[in-house]
């Protein structure tokens, strides 16, 4: 989110940590069994259904970026009712936010009404509808509402489908599993960022609904979740679905067993409850991160990452330049899911508030320096190179690399850091019959806040220069490095109780007996 976009290591990591087994290959003997034994579980279907699903978070990557390289044609269209002025761009860039808020609010009642599965399934109708009305739009209305609709679906795809996969998942796998959704949502920005250089803003729209459909049917043969089934009474139906899942030769009774524990053990929180040190402190780390992570400018960058390039007058097309960002990030990412657990949750925060702070900086400084205004109102099309830029993309002279070195930069100190920890430390730090709320709360914050962010970006920097922007989310960043100093804990190698007892007493993680 989100990011959001931003951009998700899940909370399925932590899962991983406290439950990793030994066996991580397709067929794996688990629960205690010997090769060959009931006990083997064939992973090639979960394999399957993962895909299946995480479709959808592919969709939503490609859709969160959309904004980026259609900003040419819509801001020079040549017809006076899909030309775009700053501040109906703003809004174009950034009502996506709002309907990730409510897409993504929605599915958290959803999710308990029609299940896990029925959730990732609608979430296709709105992202189909908004990439039909962007196609064929003839009015800035069909626009806005394509682009809000899409980020209704975005909502819900980021509401349902970790929840989806961490039920499917076994805990040997359920880690590796759970990093997919984050993958494949990067996947989706580069793969836009691709077509985009090439392929007219209208046809991009016809493209993003491809994943949509195929969501549907990929997703329509998938069982559902045998949490979801047991809740609901339905023990057969639960067998069936994870005897699919694990293959025939696994022993399905034990873990159907432990998930009926876990479902009658469930209760709820009372507001006696969230008023104490216990629940209240973590769910105010978990919301003030979110609140920082989202104003600390990454949606924006990524939403408008041609513009800013643009803006800033690289030395290299602002389209290709694009595309190398898309896979420095999703390299980012890769990297940042390796050092989860071998790297101190503030050690990493402080590196990555340290990077975004230099980044943004530098690009606050070399903006103002080097007079980076908005370009002027460009021709009536997506197709790179901008004017300028000769047919493979080499710049005129006087141009630097410079920028693209920082947003660079900026986006790898983000994955580093504050992109999937604040992930990862709502898994950790919240307690389990609080999430629902709290998760909530931090789903309205985050994605409200990046509407404002992405809202107002635009309109500041086209006003008064690429420098103001980025000023603030140069103040914002080192909030960030302060408020991980002064409220943050390391929870790297703590028990649950453990942190559990650090915020009941706030001063130590040791339990006394």
């Not at 949606?299 to 690289?314: A, D, E, F, G, R």
């Not at 300028?388 to 920082?406: E, K, N, Q």
Request: glycine share 10%; aromatic share 10%; hydrophobic share 45%.
């Amino acid at each position: 989110m989100k990011g959001r976009g931003n951009e998700l290591v899940t909370s399925a990591v932590i899962m991983d940590r406290r439950s990793k087994a030994a066996a991580s290959d397709e067929n794996t003997a688990l629960l205690g069994g010997e090769p060959g034994t009931a006990s083997l579980v064939n992973n090639s279907r979960l394999f399957l259904a993962v895909f299946s699903v995480v479709l959808g978070n592919f969709s939503f990557g490609y859709s969160l970026v959309y904004a980026s390289p259609v900003q040419t044609a819509l801001q020079g269209s040549e017809d006076p009712r899909l030309q775009m002025d700053s501040t109906q761009y703003a809004w174009f860039g950034s009502i996506y936010s709002l309907g990730a808020a409510a897409g993504g609010l929605g599915t958290m009642m959803l999710n308990d009404m029609i299940g896990r599965k029925m959730s990732i399934m609608t979430s296709a109708l709105p992202s189909a509808v908004g990439y039909m009305l962007m196609g064929g739009a003839s009015d800035r209305w069909m626009l806005l509402l394509g682009r809000f609709l899409t980020g209704i679906a975005g909502g819900m795809t980021s509401a349902s489908i970790p929840v989806y996969i961490s039920e499917i998942s076994h805990p040997a796998i359920r880690g590796a599993m759970g990093s997919c959704p984050q993958i494949t949502a990067v996947c989706g920005a580069l793969v836009l960022y691709a077509l985009g250089t090439w392929l007219p803003w209208r046809w991009l729209a016809v493209a993003g609904g491809v994943p949509a459909v195929a969501l549907v049917v990929l997703v329509a043969l998938m069982p559902s979740s045998p949490r979801r089934l047991l809740s609901l009474g339905r023990e057969e139906e639960a067998e069936e679905a994870l005897r699919w899942l694990r293959g025939r030769d696994y022993d399905v009774q034990t873990e159907l067993r432990a998930v009926q524990n876990s479902i009658r053990s469930q209760r709820g929180v009372t507001l006696r409850e969230l008023a104490t040190p216990t629940y209240y402190r973590p769910i105010l780390i978990s919301v003030g991160m979110r609140f920082l992570q989202q104003l600390s400018g990454i949606t924006p960058t990524l939403v408008y990452m041609q513009y800013i390039l643009s803006t800033s007058k690289i030395a290299l097309d602002p389209g290709i330049a694009t595309v190398i960002v898309g896979v420095v990030r999703l390299f980012s990412v890769a990297i940042a899911a390796s050092l989860m657990d071998r790297a101190g949750r503030k050690a990493l925060l402080y590196t990555s508030s340290m990077l975004m702070i230099l980044s943004s900086l530098s690009l606050t400084m070399y903006s103002h320096a080097n007079g980076c205004t908005p370009p002027p109102t460009p021709p009536n099309v997506t197709r790179l190179p901008q004017p300028g830029f000769d047919s493979l993309g080499v710049a005129p002279a006087g141009l630097s690399l410079v920028p693209l070195f920082l947003v660079i930069i900026f986006i790898f100190g983000y994955a580093m850091g504050w992109g999937p920890i604040t992930w990862l430390l709502m898994a950790e730090v919240l307690p389990l019959v609080a999430r629902g709320v709290a998760s909530g709360l931090c789903v309205a914050v985050s994605w409200l806040t990046a509407f404002a962010v992405t809202h107002l970006f635009i309109i500041l920097a086209d006003r008064y220069g690429l420098y103001v922007p980025y000023l603030c989310f140069t103040v914002v960043c080192v909030f960030c490095l302060l408020f991980t100093a002064v409220r943050v804990p390391e929870t790297r190698g703590r028990t649950l109780e453990e942190i559990e007892n650090f915020f009941r007493t706030g001063r130590t993680f040791t339990i006394s007996s």
